[in-house]
Nanobody
Framework: QVQLQESGPGLVKPSQTLSLTCTVS??????????WSWIRQPPGKGLEWMGAIASSGSTYYSPSLKSRTSISRDTSKNQFTLQLSSVTPEDTAVYYC??????????????WGQGTQVTVCA
């Protein structure tokens, strides 16, 4: 059974770059036909899909965040990483990593990490 775990700083200052890592166990991030996504949920709002990296290594981004988002992976560590640049307080959210068979998975689809709170504050 695949398990995902997010890690990274819980507090980031405005204008800095947020970096989060998702460590995967129980399955390889290169296994065919899966997308490995980053999704966030701001306080009081719904889930927002940010982007994904496919098992092939191809990347996909939400148009609204594309200019600030980069997703990469380290296959030797079975990890994938999110970088979000030029953060503002509006980027405060719980950040999730997930594995699913499609982009933009619903909360009930695939496997998700437990989520990590990131607060953007001076």
């Amino acid at each position: 059974q695949v398990q995902l775990q997010e890690s990274g700083p819980g507090l980031v200052k405005p204008s800095q770059t947020l970096s989060l890592t998702c460590t995967v166990s129980g399955g390889s991030i290169t296994t065919n036909y899966y997308f490995w996504s980053w999704i966030r949920q701001p306080p009081g709002k719904g889930l927002e899909w940010m982007g994904a990296i496919a098992s092939s290594g191809s990347t996909y981004y939400s148009p609204s965040l594309k200019s600030r988002t980069s997703i990469s992976r380290d296959t030797s560590k079975n990890q994938f990483t999110l970088q979000l640049s030029s953060v503002t307080p509006e980027d405060t959210a719980v950040y999730y990593c997930a594995r699913a068979e499609r982009l933009r998975p619903a909360r009930s689809e695939g496997s998700w990490g437990q989520g990590t709170q990131v607060t953007v504050c001076a």
